[in-house]
Structure formats: structure tokens, C-alpha cells
């Protein structure tokens, strides 16, 4: 039988501020800081050894992420230093004439994004495709708005809620929920897929309907054409695209998954980057520069997350005892038994719930800080009601992603709009239906499954 006791009532206090300041648009480190030392201290009664597990915490937590941490300030490493040599317009070059209509436009830009976005992240390929495609696109019949949100859908939506091969997301999801990532990503597959589908169909007839008697007369700057083009850059372009399809083709056939997947793209692009480097000036204060930027980068992106982390990961029994010690609780897990014990829990309600987690979780813009969040309780629900954790964990995630990761929150959408002057007001509005049906129906599908 669960007893719950002083410091389970602690850790719920803590989670409801930190949902309901994430819904007023607030940042929650500090209440997960102070969270983690309120469970500590609860649990211990002793303030030292409080504070000491509130860095062991921290460490954890990022024990976990680094990996994950890892490959994304690769990625980014490498991107940079193949746009500085023009690799960019080369992988972009043969699209451009098939770019002369908005229907025609639509399809390959989105098909482009999604595929940059699953092997570089969606913000290096939005920078990529932004900066280079701009105008032919606009030529195309497309105004600024129109492929802006394109972007966001197709990379910040579909692409990142999938992760298939980088597989930054999973990865954390992975983590508290206590599956594998290869398993995670089987999952979810489905939901992902029909998510993914039903968004990106409402959203071309949105588009189209848009764009059909608009004017498109543009001022089309080619801000690309002093680039400097190295004759190497040809060669590294052409290997780096058939190093990753190579990649891809391994991972199918040899079964590669996890972090064995993670690490052969991630060794890849540091021999990309390396490449890329060297038929430059300068070349060894270059690598150092990019792969500076890109840690730089990635630290960034989740320094936020590692605090977050460090909260969420003491609902999970296992993690909880590496942070607080042997008599520590899977505080959430714990929380979810007594509350099946009381209130009536079925697919339907925890469906529902995973689903609406994850937007709240969303609205704080980050679409990576209620990822352990949903992992850890599709953990407790999946042990409560005997489902299946991975299905679970697949909707919240993706209900993580497609609402925080940049499609429509205005303070998430900002990697876009640097790059593409709208107003981030205007993307929200343009993205809201599509995404809110799609993932409706991923929820449908969700309950099939379950």
C-alpha cells in the first residue's frame, strides 16, 4: 500500500506552481529549484544534507541529458561551419527551379525542412533554407507569412516531434518514462504520423486558400551572392548528404538504435565539421570557433532543461535514490497509485491527461521542459492501469513539441522570425487550427492503440 507522506505533498504543491506559472507564461527554475530543496528537506530533515542534494540533483540530471546535449551542439557545430562555406546554396541549388509555383513551393520546401530539420535540428535548417530560399520562394507566389509558418510546421512541428534520427527528444522522454528510445520512437510512430499528416494537409488548404488571389509583388534581395564558395565546398557538400544516407541505411539494416544511432551521427558530423573546416584559413582556430559556438549553443538550450530535469526525475523511484539515497520515493509514481486508488483512472482520462500536460508544459515555449514530466507520469500510469508506457509517453511528448517546440507560442517561434521578418503574433494565429485538429486526432489514435 503507497503511504504518503509530508514530502509527496511537497513535490504536488511544487507541481501544480510549476503548471500553473508555465500557463501564465512564467519561467519555472526557481520554483524547481526550490522544489527539489523543499522535497530534500521534507524527506531528510536535515538542511545540509538538503543542500547537497540539491547539486547531486542537478548532476543527475545532467548525467543523464549530456548525451543528448552532446549531439545537438555537434549538429550545430557542423551546420555553421557548412554555411561558411557555402555549402548551404550548393544542397539548396538544385531546388531552385522547381520553386515556381506556390503548390510546387509548399511540397518541396516543407519536404526539404522536415528532412534538414531530422539530421541538423529544425533552427540550423530554418536558418539554411531562410536565408537562402527566401527569394525564389517569394517569386514563387509565397509571401513572408506563408513560409514562415511553413517552416514551423514541417521543422518545429513535425520533424522535431519525431527526432528519428538525432533523437534528442525520445532521449529525454526515454529517461523517465524507464523505456528504451528505440522503443519510444516505435511507439510512436502512429500517433506521430497521423499528428503529423492531418496538420500538415489542414494546413496547405489554409495556405493555398491564402495565397490564391494574393499579390506577390516582392522585393527580392539575394543576400547569398557574395558568399565566398570554396571549389571543395562541392565535394564536402555531396559527401555530407551521402554520409547521412549512408547513416540511415546502416541504422535500418544493422538495427543500430539508441545511443549507438546517436553516436554514429554524431561521429559523422564531427568528420563533416572537420571537413569543413580545413579547406579554410585558419582552419585550426576555425574548429575550435564552431565547436565553441555549438556547445555554446546547446548549453543554452538546456541549461533551463538540466534544472527542470533535476525536479522531474525525482518522481522516478530509480533516480530519486541516486539523488536523495535509499530511502528516497518515486514521489510522482507514488502520487499516481494513491490517486488510482481514489479517483477513476482509465485510456480515456490518462490519455487526456498526458495530452493536456504536455501543452501546459508547452506554453512556457520550451517544448523540452515537460518532457521528463509526461515521461515520468506515463511511467506511473502505464504501472497503475497496465498500458502501454511508450504509447503514452509518445502523446505527451508530441503534445510537448508541437505546442512549445515552435509552432504556436509567439516567444517559441523567435528562431523563425529572425530569420523572416513576421510578426511571431501572426504565425500562432496561421498555425493554431491545424495544430490543435492534428493533435486531437493523435489523441484518437492514441486510445486505439492503448
Not at 510546387?104 to 530539420?117: A, D, V
Not at 547513416?247 to 543500430?256: N, P, R, V
Not at 504536455?358 to 506554453?363: E, I, P, S, V
Amino acid at each position: 500500500m503507497v503511504v504518503i507522506t509530508e514530502a509527496h505533498i511537497v513535490y504536488l504543491i511544487a507541481i501544480i506552481v510549476i503548471l500553473v506559472l508555465m500557463l501564465f507564461r512564467k519561467d519555472v527554475i526557481l520554483p524547481c529549484i526550490l522544489g527539489i530543496l523543499a522535497v530534500a528537506i521534507f524527506q531528510t530533515k536535515n538542511i545540509l544534507k538538503s543542500i547537497e542534494i540539491l547539486y547531486t540533483a542537478i548532476f543527475v540530471s545532467g548525467r543523464e541529458l549530456w548525451q543528448v546535449i552532446l549531439i545537438i551542439s555537434l549538429i550545430i557545430a557542423m551546420s555553421r561551419a557548412l554555411d561558411d562555406i557555402g555549402a548551404d546554396i550548393i544542397l539548396t541549388k538544385p531546388f531552385l527551379r522547381y520553386l515556381n509555383t506556390p503548390n510546387k513551393s509548399f511540397w518541396i520546401l516543407g519536404i526539404l525542412m522536415m528532412l534538414l530539420s531530422f539530421f541538423l535540428w529544425p533552427s540550423p535548417a530554418v536558418g539554411l533554407i531562410g536565408a537562402v530560399l527566401i527569394a525564389p520562394v517569394l517569386k514563387s507566389g509565397f509571401d513572408e507569412l506563408s513560409f514562415a509558418s511553413l517552416l514551423t510546421i514541417f521543422g518545429f512541428g513535425a520533424a522535431l516531434s519525431g527526432d528519428f534520427f538525432i533523437q534528442g527528444v525520445p532521449s529525454v522522454t526515454a529517461k523517465t518514462s524507464r523505456v528504451s528510445t528505440s522503443k519510444l520512437i516505435i511507439s510512436s510512430l502512429p500517433i506521430w504520423a497521423v499528428t503529423s499528416f492531418v496538420t500538415i494537409i489542414i494546413f496547405y488548404f489554409i495556405t493555398m486558400k491564402k495565397l490564391k488571389n494574393k499579390n506577390n509583388d516582392q522585393n527580392n534581395n539575394n543576400k547569398n551572392k557574395n558568399k565566398k564558395i570554396f571549389k571543395e565546398s562541392y565535394v564536402i557538400s555531396i559527401i555530407s548528404v551521402v554520409f547521412f544516407i549512408v547513416d540511415t541505411f546502416l541504422m535500418y539494416i544493422l538495427k543500430i538504435r539508441g545511443n549507438a544511432a546517436t553516436a554514429l551521427i554524431g561521429g559523422t558530423a564531427v568528420l563533416i565539421l572537420t571537413a569543413s573546416s580545413i579547406v579554410q584559413k585558419d582552419f585550426l582556430n576555425k574548429i575550435r570557433e564552431y565547436l565553441k559556438s555549438g556547445f555554446l549553443s546547446g548549453i543554452r538550450t538546456f541549461a533551463p532543461i538540466i534544472l527542470v530535469s533535476a525536479f522531474f526525475f525525482l518522481g522516478e523511484l530509480t533516480t530519486a535514490r541516486q539523488v536523495i539515497g535509499p530511502n528516497a520515493k518515486g514521489y510522482l509514481m507514488d502520487l499516481g497509485l494513491y490517486l488510482s486508488k481514489h479517483i477513476p483512472l482509465n485510456k480515456y482520462t490518462v490519455a487526456l491527461m498526458q495530452l493536456l500536460v504536455g501543452g501546459l508544459t508547452g506554453l512556457s515555449g520550451s517544448g523540452f521542459s515537460g518532457l521528463p514530466l509526461v515521461g515520468a507520469l506515463a511511467k506511473t500510469f502505464s504501472q497503475t492501469l497496465n498500458l502501454n508506457s511508450a504509447i503514452l509517453a509518445s502523446l505527451g511528448e508530441i503534445a510537448c513539441i508541437w505546442i512549445g517546440g515552435g509552432t504556436i507560442i509567439p516567444w517559441s517561434v523567435v528562431p523563425v522570425t529572425a530569420i523572416i521578418k513576421v510578426d511571431p503574433d501572426d504565425i500562432v494565429k496561421r498555425n493554431l487550427l491545424p495544430v490543435i485538429i492534428g493533435l486531437i486526432c493523435g489523441y484518437v489514435v492514441t486510445i486505439l492503440l492503448l
